[in-house]
């Protein structure tokens, strides 16, 4: 059997990774392995392409994957994966139920013969583990399990004896859940070494909010809160909350001119890295022009910027720029200018949180013009804590 490929820190359990983009940071490095999660979430939240992505990463790390599937068919996983542009090969499909499993004559009497207690179901799945040593295990989902076992006990028992079986071997388990359950399975949290939780919200204008919360995490530091994440053709992808004391850097804090000289004097040299400036006014006042006009001190310096339209159209601002002698597609063609026009609809504000940190972080812009804060905060309704 091949270990699993983990990332060892010393001191620290090693971790193996999730496969989803912004996950492993939002739990400060990955799973740890061999354990057993549980990853809730209503219907259509993304908890089989969490599952896919999951297995896909270790597929490619060479290690074994089994995806126990109870609600589709392997057809049908094939299929949706196949949307995203993902093949299933290197992952083991089982089937659990066919048509044998739904027959009603296969239902057990009330009085259960001890071997018969664990269920059919239970068993078939300890079987293929035992025969294919799987060390990644999906199952999807808990709620059929709970429709197959009949009665609340026998589920519960289902549940631990699963858990007793994978504990005793080097498999690190998600078991999917779409919380169907009328009383919310608080057991099923206990038993789980770890919890992850997928919401969606439907809002009245724009496209649904997808959030993603760990409950909880036996031994791990991870970042709590509600994380956006965006479920798209390629899979799902987090949007870590942004927590600012977590990325300090240092810089020189010596004021740059604005470009203006009489502002540089009201400034008392102009603008100091590693500051905010918040330009207020009623419309029409100079906000933008302002705005711009420090932009292009920076970028004629050599710098790098980032402007993140959110009012007006980029044709819009590139013409007034340019009426008012302040030509930015020198900038946008050598690449030093970024100019992203954000659609508030589509955007929440975990994405853009990341979307300006990208840009800070990786494409090393000094100056990043949000246009306008107010935009920014009316695009994302409901969120007075931003
Ligand atoms: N190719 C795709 N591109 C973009 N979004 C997709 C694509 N395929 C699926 N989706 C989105 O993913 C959602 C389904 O995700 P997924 O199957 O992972 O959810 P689930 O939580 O497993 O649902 P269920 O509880 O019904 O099994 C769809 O509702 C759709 O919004
Ligand atoms: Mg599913």
Same mark, same amino acid.
């Given at each position: 059997m091949t270990e699993p490929v983990t990332r060892r820190t010393p001191g620290k359990e090693p971790r193996i990774s999730t496969g989803v983009p912004g996950l492993d940071d939002v739990l400060c490095g990955g799973l740890t392995p061999s354990r057993l999660y549980l990853l809730e979430g209503t219907p259509g939240t993304g908890k089989t392409t969490i599952a896919l992505q999951f297995l896909r990463e270790g597929a490619a790390r060479d290690e074994r994957a089994l995806y126990v599937t109870l609600s589709e068919t392997s057809d049908e996983l094939r299929a949706a994966a196949a949307t995203h542009g993902?093949?299933?090969?290197?992952?083991?499909?089982?089937?659990?139920?066919?048509?044998? +499993? @739904?027959?009603?004559?296969?239902e057990q009497s009330i009085l259960h013969p001890s071997e018969l207690e664990l269920g059919e179901t239970v068993k078939d799945v300890i079987a293929r583990v035992g025969e294919t040593k799987p060390d990644r295990v999906v199952f999807d989902s808990l709620s059929e399990l709970r429709l197959l076992a009949q009665n $609340?006990?026998?589920?519960r028992r289902q549940i631990l004896a699963l858990k007793r079986f994978f504990a005793k071997r080097a498999c690190t388990v998600l078991l999917l859940d779409d919380k169907t359950s009328e009383t919310g399975d608080v057991q099923?949290?206990?038993?789980?070494?770890?919890?992850?939780?997928?919401?969606?919200m439907a809002r009245e204008y724009g496209s649904e909010r997808r959030r993603l919360r760990i409950v909880k995490m036996r031994g791990i530091k991870f970042s709590g809160g509600h994380h956006d994440f965006a479920l798209e053709t390629g899979g799902i992808r987090v949007f870590p909350r942004l927590i600012a004391s977590e990325h300090h850097a240092a810089f020189d804090p010596v004021a740059k001119s604005t470009g203006s000289a009489e502002l540089d004097l009201l400034l008392g040299g102009?603008?100091? $890295?590693?500051?905010?400036?918040? @330009?207020? #006014? $009623?419309? #029409?006042?100079g906000k933008t022009t302002t705005a711009v006009r420090c932009m292009k001190a920076a970028l004629e310096r050599g710098e790098t910027a980032t402007y993140y339209l959110f009012d007006e159209g980029l044709a819009t601002l590139m013409t007034r720029a340019a009426t008012l002698g302040m030509d930015l597609?020198?900038?946008?063609?050598? #690449?030093? @200018?970024?100019?992203?026009?954000?659609d508030p609809a589509e955007v929440s504000p975990g994405e853009f949180a990341t979307m300006a940190r990208e840009a800070v972080e990786k494409r090393g812009s000094s100056v990043v013009v949000i246009d306008s804060l107010n935009?920014? @905060?009316?695009?994302? $309704? +409901?969120?007075?804590?931003?």
């Open positions: 993902w093949s299933l090969d290197g992952i083991d499909l089982y089937e659990l139920v066919d048509e044998m +499993g @739904l027959d009603p004559d296969s $609340p006990l026998r589920y099923l949290h206990s038993i789980a070494h770890g919890v992850i939780s997928l919401d969606q102009g603008l100091v $890295p590693g500051t905010n400036m918040l @330009l207020l #006014g $009623p419309s #029409g006042v597609r020198p900038h946008v063609e050598s #690449g030093r @200018l970024t100019i992203t026009q954000i935009a920014y @905060l009316h695009a994302m $309704p +409901g969120e007075e804590f931003l």
